[in-house]
């Protein structure tokens, strides 16, 4: 397997948490996207047609978004499950993911805030830390009692999900935008208990080969 990844970029961080919980071994294609490298050949041309990170080669094909990758990693190496449970489990844990990957990381991501620098809006200034602290702070606020609801050490239960791939990335870069994790007690506790896990800690941004020295 060969996965084209940023280091602090969360959508690759979650296809890292997947794939260290199924032990699987991959090489890591470290993509700059502050140098664009996602939008130039042969990236763009061979891998991802969006510009956009992740993609995972495997078994001659490749496949992107990490949440469809997620489920290919969970239908093809089903143990441990990524989606246990019934029915109605798993439509809660995908729900859960879905909040972080289509309504808040859009709008925080790469492409979104070089948008808004275009119309003005200084990257890194207070009109962007205010506008991803927004989005990020309203799927939290719909997070929250559902993992009060259902989580058990984890977002959804005693073992990690698909929520959890999603949710703790996104944990992790809220602090970019300054969001105050004290308003979040259930999904703070879930960042804590999965900084204890090894897949977790195996995916974390600091420990990836992309990550610059100091």
């Known amino acids: 397997m060969l996965l084209h990844s940023y280091w602090r970029a969360t959508a690759p961080y979650r296809v890292r948490i997947g794939l260290a919980i199924k032990g699987l071994a991959f090489d890591y294609a470290p993509i700059n996207l502050l140098n664009?490298?996602?939008?130039?050949?042969?990236y763009r041309d061979h891998y991802n047609r969006q510009a956009?990170?992740?993609?995972?080669?495997?078994g001659g094909r490749t496949f992107t978004?990490?949440?469809?990758?997620?489920?290919w990693l969970d239908e093809t190496h089903p143990q441990p499950p990524l989606l246990p449970g019934s029915p109605a489990d798993r439509a809660t844990i995908r729900a859960m993911a879905e909040i972080v990957a289509c309504d808040i990381h859009p709008l925080n991501n790469l492409r979104v805030l070089k948008a808004l620098a275009e119309l003005g809006h200084a990257s890194g200034g207070e009109d962007q830390q205010a506008w991803g602290r927004r989005w990020?702070?309203?799927g939290f606020a719909a997070l929250e009692p559902m993992v009060a609801q259902y989580g058990a050490g984890f977002a959804f239960g005693?073992?990690?999900t698909l929520a959890d791939c999603a949710l703790v990335?996104?944990?992790?870069?809220?602090s970019r935008f300054a969001v105050d994790l004290s308003a979040f007690p259930a999904l703070s506790a879930v960042?804590?208990?999965?900084?204890?896990?090894p897949a977790f800690q195996a995916a974390h941004p600091d420990r990836q080969p992309d990550k610059p020295a100091g």
């Open 191 to 197: 960042a804590a208990h999965a900084a204890t896990h």
């Open 136 to 138: 990020i702070e309203d």
């Open 36 to 42: 664009n490298e996602q939008g130039a050949p042969p």
């Open 65 to 71: 978004q990490s949440l469809a990758i997620l489920e």
């Open 158 to 160: 005693d073992t990690p």
């Open 52 to 58: 956009l990170v992740p993609s995972l080669t495997a």
């Open 169 to 174: 990335p996104q944990l992790w870069s809220s």
